[in-house]
């Protein structure tokens, strides 16, 4: 019987994962592999600290280096997270023939590029299921499921935290703040929780998705990146007067020669599939142009689900070793060498029905400056709320939906509406996904 | 630049996708295989008959022999269905060293463990991703994706012309009979639709789920098998009240050392994401240990998205004929021949929540024949509707939903009740899933 040796990088929740599924499921896998999956090093922060995983203490270093250049390591898991020192990790463990697997999704995002010529290069194995989406096999659908396709659009629910707080507004009417507060006292968010709600963790994995799917190398940057952070229960309760769910989406897909990749909140029809992947869960839709549009749901996060990935990539890797290919360009997808950069479309390019509303006085000429405003951008109306008379002139809500505007027309709009300062806070902007040509 | 040669058996709707996914998308896949993929042979029934796509007339036979026999072919695309010749044609195939990518749902699911054991005595590739819920790469989830995991349980919506009916009947209060005839307008039933409506199409799909996930062989004949013909817009409305849908649903799912394998009706809460996949869509629901319940849907049949899932298949087994590792032995699943059968548990040990719909005269009496002879079954009643007295005493409804009960409990009290001839008409039962312990 061979053996598959295996170097963890971090032993956090997702590395306790892979060491659990390996004592629980290690047996059965060795018996189908032929061969043995053992964790040969593990490289943690604080040797100290007690885990949730039984890991001999004779493995344990402090210093991550140890396993990347460990002889006795055949695939490196980094699940330590973050951009440095994963990198220089990575490159190390690439340069010394190490295969990899990572769940860092943020370093691929910003690094990708740098990460995938290094492995192609030295001719050993990425794999990368873990970085978005937990368990649900998106990666592998994008490299095999649909290879045959043109990939023509990615939508995504990819970040458990905001879709669980989100939903949690949603259904049970109640604000951001309490929302968050429930979500941290549950675990699905952190102390600080600027990358979930912010939208940043969404751009990061669309951003994987998208070179993925797209065969391009991504400009982190030139991905338009807004959070939930201002949403209110009234957006929330407009959203569903008007037949519509708010969801945190990450959207990438063909506009001619562009790629549209963007993350806001937007508005999609109460009917679609997405719009009821409600609480942690992550849905990823894809649509290619001979599969049509596919979805895939699943927990997406989660010590099992992750390991689950994790473990995926890592059979994977073994079946190629087993086979002796392991390394070899797979044709199933294009060298990061032979990719073409696709121009990511400015967000002002965007063509989009939005939602808007505006905080006004409840006076003669308010509408009139508003609906001028818009009417001279070329932004038309297709319908309009106000309601609630406020006691001593206090600010009322007037909530527009356009029909399909181009953003730089409707900013222009805003800009000049806000000079006239009628409106007495910033108004709320939603696109709606679906209505856009 | 190498060749990838292709012989197609049966050039209708599927073979005519593939056929057209080449023209279109060759080039491009081409280039990313350094490989050409032609069609050199295609059998079809009417040679004369004119196609959806174009195929060099020169390489087109009436004899499917000619195909599996071509010395000219690496790969052989089955897609002609039925159980013969396309058994023997597969066999034959392997015989002669070629790869296979079959559609044929109902051929793995009857004469499965003859092909997979002759594909692995003849070391060769066998793919079936399009027998399975069309582009959805459910195939590939559970050989790669879940790879790692222990698969508890497989949930399906796998034969889109029973969901576009019950769709429809749920959507839009439709009949049975109505629904139908809508379907065959659209060309999403056949003339003859019973391999649809009667739950064998379905049955077939689950049985080879469940065969790859549970790593068994499985006996066709074992699973308990009901379809949709017998539901009446009544139900329907009724499962709305309850807070639940009506689906033609496939379950499979270990319970101790059997495993549980039906295909029938089923009500689902509402609220459950299968439960709002609506229209030809197809869902399956995959619950693993470690990567919890995840979900797939898309569309289940079609021109593109077949083309699609058999194009997939091609293109893997073109990767490992790059790399010279086709035919060997994937670690990534159990081979047939090391397959360990399960116990199928018989429907009679089934526990399940029961909607029981009798159909009984108004009177004195009626209630109390019922309800005894449940109770002496130990069927215990969670909740119970009668409604809309008749004129001149004509039969009503009374419609009961059961708390957890073993079906053959159920049986003898049904059976029971049926000896009484109170029943005005035979009582109608649907499972509830998800209900049961």
Redesign the interface.
């Known amino acids: 019987m061979g053996s598959i040796r295996l170097g963890i990088i971090g032993l956090g929740v997702v590395g306790c ?1 892979v060491a659990n ?1 390996l004592r ?2 290690g047996s ?2 060795a018996t ?4 043995s999956f053992t964790i040969t090093r593990a490289a943690v922060k604080d040797v100290k600290k007690s885990r949730d995983a039984e890991v001999d203490p004779s493995i344990i270093t402090a210093d991550p280096f140890d396993v990347v250049n460990d002889p006795n390591v055949d695939i490196v898991i980094e699940v330590m997270g973050g951009e440095n020192p994963a990198l220089e990790l990575l490159l190390t463990a690439a340069k010394n023939g190490k295969s990899i697997v990572t769940a860092n999704k943020r370093l691929l995002a910003i690094h990708g590029e740098k990460i995938y010529r290094a492995v192609e290069d030295a001719g050993v194995e990425l794999g990368f ?1 873990a970085a978005v989406a ?4 998106v990666i ?2 994008i490299k ?7 990939i023509e659009a990615i939508h995504g629910i990819i970040n458990g935290t905001s879709n669980y707080i989100l939903s949690r507004m949603t259904l049970e009417g109640k604000s951001y703040a309490d929302a968050l507060k429930e979500a941290q006292a549950l675990g699905y968010a952190e102390a600080d929780p600027t990358f979930d709600v912010e939208g940043i963790d969404t751009a990061h994995k669309i951003a994987v998705l998208a070179s993925l799917g797209f065969e391009t190398p991504i400009n982190f940057g030139s991905i338009y990146t807004e959070g939930i952070t201002r949403l209110t229960p009234e957006d929330i309760g407009m959203a569903r007067e008007f037949g519509y769910r708010i969801k945190l989406l990450a959207v990438a897909k063909r506009v001619g020669d562009s790629l549209d990749a963007r993350v806001h909140p937007a508005m999609i029809l109460a ?1 679609h ?1 997405m719009a ?2 409600n609480g942690a869960l992550n849905a990823v839709e894809i649509k ?12 997406g996060a ?1 010590a ?2 992750t ?3 994790v ?2 990539d ?3 890797i ?2 190629r070793m ?4 392991a390394g ?1 360009r ?5 060298p990061a060498s032979k990719r073409v950069p696709i121009r990511i479309r400015p967000v002002d390019e965007t063509r989009s029905q939005y939602y808007l509303r505006f905080s006004v006085p409840d006076r003669p000429g308010v509408m009139a400056a508003l609906s001028g405003a818009l009417g001279e951008s070329k932004i038309s109306i297709a319908s309009m709320i106000q309601r609630g008379r406020k006691e001593g002139g206090a600010p009322v809500s007037v909530v527009m939906m356009t029909h399909v505007a181009v953003e730089a027309d409707l900013r222009r709009a805003l800009a000049k509406i806000e000079g006239t300062k009628i409106c007495a806070a910033p108004t709320m902007v939603i696109r709606i996904e679906g209505g856009e040509e």
Chains 1, 2 share one sequence.
């Open positions: 994962g599924l629980e499921r059965a896998l189908r592999f032929n061969a299921e937990g368990a649900v096999p592998g659908a095999t499921g649909f290879a045959a396709n043109r009917s599939p009821n992947v290619g142009d001979f599969a049509g549009v596919n979805m895939l749901v699943g927990p989660g099992g689900p390991a689950s990935a473990m995926a890592v059979l994977d073994a079946g087993v086979h002796g290919v070899k797979s044709p199933m997808i294009t």
